[in-house]
């Protein structure tokens, strides 16, 4: 009896060993489980949207990114209109017509605009160069973006370049991740590219006055006046009507004014002062879908904030034989402010009155103070004003790169931190030149590539994401986190920006 004893004795070890074993082992797994990260440990997303800057010509130098030097020839030698290499670039034109070239006999490749040619440090403003729909389809010249210089009106500016190593962004992307194949939504500027950031749309106004409507030639590209230049080198080219803000079939694709102030038109003589004069033809209230109304079809918390938005507003409800400016004085100092950089200002879900636009239109003072007060919504939008956003012409890099900067201090002192995502980016390139082509989409694009950094604690950390991404990126991710309703103009081969995050 006793050896069979001590065989059962031993046997009932072993089963309590292993039973003790499989608990210890569900505990760690459970323990570990526990401690892993996922994409709902991110309460809050924050998008921040500076202005007019491509990938090369902030961050062409950037350590292992895709960048200036692995530009290929193909890629940087500009051609003229005919097809022909240029044997220089075209002079640097002024913005006024009529006054002599800004800078000139610069060699057909991309150069440092800080650099001992023209000099500009990051703290020194640029003239403005042309960014428009039409304009950037043929500067990228299906993937070959070698039309920049030559359809330009800005001449040889287009491959300028700096050395970003001076900006403050540029470490925080070295700190986090940076995106180096991020692209804009659509071809051209600033007001489309700002719609397809809350739609991944194209407003349309059906009955778009015929006088409105941009020429386009036999080719679909942009028709050329009679006297316009044969050579890029003899001067900007000259477009019938580049400039008007509809396609033939009534799509806005340039800067038209919003139908609520603020906007550049005035309110009706004797007519309500919140609403832009409807005689003088602003867009049309647009009821497309917006991410705004999937946000809340779920109750998820959100807010477009802009600088200026008070201000702005009560200016442009002033009466309309009072002087109106665009330039507000505040406690921050002089604010820019630009009524076709507030998309949502177009709808009418966000109409004078309604609850939506009390809720989600707010001022960027408002911004930094729920910053400081923890008090964020799940998702927010924040718009610089015009002298913090980098846009050439009416500013410089500089200032709004430690603007965003400091903006990104703040969030990370904040007891937010921890659980937040921060997407940093610019609404399009500006008309500089990057050597990357957009990868294949649709009618509106994807357009040039621009930077993109994403800064949260839970991001990779000195990564460099090759992902290919664009503007519908953001509205992806934001669709992904809180598992709102599809919009339908996200595109499907744009990645979702998880691979930026590390969930390990």
Not at 101 to 118: C, M, R, S, T, V
Not at 494 to 500: F, I, Q
Request: aromatic content about 10%; overall charge neutral.
């Amino acid at each position: 009896m006793k050896p069979e004893f001590q065989r059962r004795k031993r046997t009932s070890i072993r089963l309590i060993q292993r039973v003790i074993g499989i608990l210890l082992i569900t505990c760690i797994s459970n323990s570990f489980a526990t401690n892993q990260s996922s994409l709902t440990d991110i309460d809050h997303i924050i998008i921040i949207y500076a202005e007019n800057r491509s990938f090369d010509n902030l961050y062409g130098l950037f350590p292992g990114a895709n960048g200036i030097k692995q530009a290929n020839p193909k890629q940087y030698i500009q051609v003229d209109h005919d097809g022909t290499p240029l044997k220089e670039l075209p002079p640097i034109w002024p913005p006024e017509p009529n006054k002599p070239p800004l800078y000139q006999h610069l060699p057909n490749k991309p150069f440092a605009i800080d650099g001992p040619d023209l000099n500009l440090p990051l703290s020194a403003k640029t003239r403005d160069l042309v960014h428009l729909f039409y304009h950037n389809i043929e500067q990228i010249n299906d993937g070959l973006n070698n039309k920049f210089a030559a359809i330009s009106d800005a001449g040889g500016l287009v491959m300028g370049y700096y050395n970003g190593s001076k900006l403050p962004l540029w470490q925080w992307a070295k700190e986090y991740t940076l995106a180096d194949n991020f692209f804009m939504g659509a071809f051209g500027g600033s007001f489309l590219n700002h719609q397809w950031l809350i739609c991944a749309c194209t407003p349309r106004n059906p009955i778009a006055p015929k006088d409105e409507r941009i020429i386009l030639d036999d080719y679909n590209l942009l028709k050329r006046k009679k006297n316009s230049p044969l050579s890029a080198i003899q001067g900007p080219p000259q477009f019938e009507g580049g400039h008007l803000p509809y396609t033939p079939d009534g799509y806005v694709v340039a800067p038209k004014q919003p139908p609520y102030q603020p906007s550049k038109i005035t309110p009706a003589a004797g007519g309500d002062p919140r609403f832009a004069d409807p005689a003088k033809q602003p867009l049309p209230p647009q009821t497309n879908l917006t991410i705004g109304d999937t946000l809340s079809a779920k109750n998820i918390t959100w807010a477009w904030y802009a600088d200026g938005w008070r201000h702005a507003l009560e200016d442009g409800m002033q009466p309309p034989d009072k002087a109106r400016n665009v330039i507000y004085t505040s406690k921050q100092g002089a604010i820019n402010f630009q009524p076709h950089h507030q998309p949502f200002n177009y709808y009418a879900r966000f109409a004078p009155g309604s609850n939506d636009r009390e809720t989600h239109l707010l001022d960027g003072d408002d911004f930094v103070k729920a910053i400081e007060n923890n008090a964020l919504p799940q998702v927010s939008f924040y718009k610089p004003s015009g002298q913090l956003n980098e846009h050439p012409g009416y500013t410089d890099v500089l200032s709004g790169d430690k603007h965003i900067a400091q903006i990104l201090t703040k969030i990370k002192a904040s007891k937010l931190w921890p659980h937040t995502a921060v997407i940093i980016t610019y609404d399009e390139n500006g008309g500089f030149w990057d050597h990357v082509p957009p990868p294949k989409g649709d009618r509106w694009g994807p357009g040039t590539r621009i930077p993109a950094i994403i800064v949260s604690p839970l991001a990779k950390r000195g990564y460099i994401d090759h992902t290919s991404y664009d503007t519908t990126s953001i509205l992806k991710f934001i669709t992904k986190r809180f598992a709102l309703q599809a919009l339908p103009g996200v595109r499907k081969n744009a990645g979702d920006l998880t691979n930026a995050l590390d969930f390990q």
